[in-house]
């Protein structure tokens, strides 16, 4: 490392043991301290209301370096079961390990709050002497080890990682409990039972003993055995899987290749697995058995995407197999484990509602990324994450690129920079490899994630991109299966490039922030120049620096001519003269748009009408349409009219905002057009625009854009729209739907809203029908509309339904939505019946029958209910 490793004082952390030993030792060796063991420097701290340039001259500043190691584990073999009751791992861990530098006669391995039966060292079976204070293990070895001696040692552990105390988490990863058991005791019959593993960053030795740091790597088996009836997946190769005498079955992964400690995985469930292959690399496709049909929607473009990387990068995807898994309840969004990915349920959806929505090729792009950057290469410190990120964030924009072409790229990469900027703005700035973070949890954040993958854009704009992969391949092949800091990119790209390139590092990854640019022009007629002014007003007082880059000026003139200049940055206010050969009607600055910064122009609305007009990119008429956002007139409708046809669907979508429907016919037809575009997200907001406008005499073109074919969503918003437009055509559209039954709950929620204003009751039997299709997150809205239908029924078929749904309340099956949508229900009708009473005693001879019997299905609702937030709302009934 160029920066030094400063602490201001050596602090050695005693930690107190209970001693455990072999049975029967009369006489027992002192165990060593933790001093000679340890050997961990906590840094000092600063209060965060102190910058760097503001400490006194007798303080440093924090500095988290990566882990001083005194061991190197070259292999580790894990022989599990689990206690779903307890919730417990029942753990042998084998592992090969050798001193990494210097002779050591104790060492110490990370876990937490295990239950350790005993260690013993292979193939001797001696006991090896330990302290074990709930985090850490001190082992002390039989004999003193060389740099040349390998120790293997086996650990007969109980795990207990939701036992644990004072669990925590981050925004990006909520927990760090490591291990986690899903329904472990059958509580939520609607929920699967699951064991997985969340390792990043530091929480697998929650389940097994390991040296649990970024910079530590070896290669590894994971027995897994578990009910017969379930699936599994694992790092690396399934050698064998064995039936067992006891409805159990044993599964041995290995995966040999070195990988970090918390790229371990497992996954255990009933999944349904689908198989598929690319080249000679086996694939698997894991989802809860009744999206089977949809998996490879639900992961898609998988053997194109290893394919597009791998020869991107001139590096063939290094690992024995690719395996994505979808779980319950999940800590975060995805997670790398090498060769076995985790996703959150969310990915978990119908083809049809996938649709134009890109997140899940972005997220498995993002995720197989990391099988280069981050597992073959590997940040070694929580500081260099941007190592990992950055380049899994840019990732998704290479593909894209690839895939749908450079605008749907840049549009992206546009989403990507708002999202930077708008956390910069709340949040602050730091740098990209931030050295003095106060929890290693802060470092996931916009920083790591999307300006790592924007200045890598940079980076590749300035060097070309022949120059930018080759750098890139030649940092794979000169640092696989290690751990980097992020002077090894640099290196790589001055080595391909043969420049020194610690000016762009220093300033994008070392130093805070970006620049804040203003820039403006003058034009000197007697001289015929123009004067493209620059400057920059970042908060320099936060430690933000002054930037300097190359960047190209386009100066377009009255008489039709181009003038492209090339000009270098590096002054806080920097003026640079051309020559032109008539008045210039536009200085488009920074033409590829690929520098981030903020950027105030001072240009006219003339000049930003031209700059939309001349765009050559995506992202140069992003930065024209939001200077024109809030112009008007006939000269900016007739450029959002014809904007409607522009090849992105983004610019589509921006123009069709800025448009008011009511405003003219042609205007209104030109919308029109769009309910039958390309893209579902332009399609919906066409239905919208159409309904504010009242346009009933073009109602038909919504509903010749639902088609069989339609995206759910596309569906869904064309029913609304007619509902409000020509409600015939929004009934027989849904009624066709359902003959289909092809539709998801937001669907079923919509045609419940229609339905509820049916004024025959031949629809009436579609809520009752539907309502264990429809989904906690709609169900209570779902049941809303259901109320709303009640109105033209008969008491006694709205007791047929009190009596149905009374079993949806007592059902703890169902979520607590879907009980509390139940009685709310109830709850309705019970008191229309009151109402009513009230209104006219003489007609209420049912009603006093049905009155006490609803209110005793109340009561014992109220009486049966045990969660605590919906007896809270009952009390209110």
Avoid at 228 to 239: K, R
Avoid at 388 to 410: P, Q, T, V
Avoid at 652 to 673: C, H, M, P, V, Y
Avoid at 772 to 790: C, E, P, Y
């Amino acid at each position: 490392m160029n920066f030094p490793k400063l602490l201001s004082s050596l602090v050695f952390i005693l930690l107190f043991f209970n001693f455990c030993a072999a049975p029967k030792k009369t006489q027992v060796p002192k165990p060593p301290t933790v001093e000679e063991i340890n050997q961990e420097l906590e840094p000092i701290e600063i209060s965060p209301e102190v910058t760097h340039s503001s400490i006194s001259a007798d303080t440093i500043p924090v500095y988290r370096p990566s882990q001083t190691r005194l061991i190197d584990i070259l292999h580790t073999k894990l022989d599990l079961s689990f206690d779903w009751a307890k919730q417990h791992v029942i753990g042998k861990a084998t592992i090969k390990l050798r001193p990494y530098n210097n002779p050591l006669d104790s060492f110490y391995l990370d876990g937490r709050n295990f239950i350790i039966h005993d260690i013993k060292e292979l193939p001797s079976q001696k006991q090896c002497l330990y302290r074990y204070d709930g985090n850490k293990i001190a082992i002390q070895t039989n004999k003193t080890l060389s740099k040349n001696d390998s120790l293997t040692i086996v650990i007969s552990y109980t795990a207990r990682p939701a036992e644990r105390e004072n669990k925590k988490g981050s925004q990006a990863i909520t927990s760090d409990q490591g291990l986690y058991f899903i329904n472990h005791d059958q509580s939520h019959p609607t929920k699967p039972m699951q064991i997985w593993t969340q390792g990043e960053t530091e929480s697998n030795s929650n389940w097994f003993p390991t040296f649990d740091k970024p910079n530590e790597r070896c290669t590894g088996e994971i027995v897994l055995t578990v009910p017969d009836t379930m699936q599994t997946l694992a790092n690396g190769t399934l050698l064998s899987s064995v039936k067992n005498a006891n409805n159990t079955r044993t599964d041995h992964y290995s995966i040999t290749k070195p990988h970090a400690p918390y790229l371990f995985m497992l996954a255990v469930g009933k999944f349904a697995v689908v198989k598929d292959t690319w080249r000679d690399i086996p694939l698997l496709y894991m989802v809860e058995p009744e999206y089977g049909p949809y998996a490879k929607n639900i992961f898609p473009h998988t053997p194109e995407m290893l394919e597009f990387f791998s020869t991107k990068l001139n590096y063939k995807y290094p690992w024995s197999k690719y395996g994505q898994v979808v779980v319950r309840d999940y800590v975060s969004g995805a997670m790398e484990n090498t060769t076995a990915v985790i996703f959150g349920e969310f990915v978990q959806r119908h083809p049809k509602e996938i649709a134009d929505n890109k997140m899940n090729e972005l997220i498995v792009a993002h995720e197989m990324f990391h099988h280069w950057f981050g597992d073959l290469v590997t940040c070694e410190s929580w500081s260099n994450l941007t190592l990992n990120e950055g380049f899994a964030n840019y990732s998704e924009y290479l593909w894209l690129e690839h895939k749908y072409g450079k605008d749907e790229a840049e549009a992206h990469r546009y989403d990507e920079k708002m999202g930077y900027m708008q956390s910069s703005a709340f949040q602050g700035v730091h740098p990209l490899i931030w050295y003095s973070y106060e929890d290693k949890e802060q470092m996931f954040d916009a920083h790591s994630y999307n300006k790592g993958g924007l200045v890598l854009h940079m980076l590749r704009n300035y060097l070309g991109d022949n120059t930018f992969f080759e750098g890139l391949n030649h940092y794979l092949r000169e640092n696989e299966y290690t751990a980097v800091e992020v002077h090894d990119l640099r290196k790589s790209f001055e080595y391909v490039s043969g420049q020194d390139l610690n000016w762009f590092f220093n300033q994008w990854f070392l130093a805070s922030g970006h620049p804040h640019l203003i820039v403006s022009n003058q034009y000197n007629a007697a001289k015929k120049t123009v004067k493209v002014n620059v400057e920059q007003i970042q908060d320099f007082a936060a430690g933000v620096p002054i930037f300097q880059f190359p960047t190209t000026v386009d100066i377009h003139t009255a008489d039709g001519k181009v003038l492209t200049k090339n000009i270098y940055v590096s002054k806080r206010t920097e003026s640079f003269e051309f020559e032109v050969s008539d008045k210039p009607l536009l200085v488009n600055f920074d033409t590829s748009k690929s520098l981030l910064c903020e950027l105030e122009n001072k240009r006219d609305r003339d000049a930003n009408i031209l700059l939309f007009k001349k765009a050559k990119n995506l992202a140069t008429k992003i930065e024209a349409m939001l200077a024109l956002n809030e112009e008007t007139g006939p000269e900016i409708t007739q450029l959002w009219v014809n904007a409607l046809n522009d090849p992105s669907w983004r610019v589509r979508q921006f123009a069709l905002k800025q448009l008011d429907g009511n405003s003219t016919g042609e205007i209104t037809s030109a919308i029109a057009k769009l309910t039958n575009d390309p893209n579902s997200n332009v399609q919906i907001l066409a239905m919208k625009k159409l309904k504010e406008a009242n346009a009933t005499n073009l109602a038909h073109l919504i509903d010749n854009a639902i088609t069989g074919n339609s995206p759910y969503s596309v569906a869904a918003e064309g029913i609304r729209s007619l509902k409000e437009l020509e409600p015939t055509l929004a009934f027989a559209q849904a009624d066709r739907i359902l003959k289909t039954e092809d539709y998801n709950s937001e669907l079923l929620n919509t045609i419940g809203d229609l339905y509820a204003t049916a004024k025959d009751t031949t629809r009436f039997g579609f809520f009752q029908k539907n309502w264990s299709s429809v989904k906690d997150n709609n169900i209570l809205s779902f049941g809303n509309h259901w109320t709303s239908s009640l109105g033209s029924i008969s008491n006694d078929t709205k007791m047929n339904v009190a009596n149905f749904l009374t079993g949806e309340s007592l059902n703890s099956k169902n979520g607590t939505n879907k009980r509390l949508a139940s009685t709310k229900i109830i709850k309705n009708i019970l008191d229309e019946f009151i109402l009513s009473k009230a209104k006219n005693p003489k007609s209420s001879a049912d009603k006093d029958i049905y009155i006490p019997i609803l209110n005793q299905k109340l009561k014992d609702i109220k009486a049966f209910e045990k969660d605590k937030k919906l007896s809270e709302i009952y009390k209110e009934f």
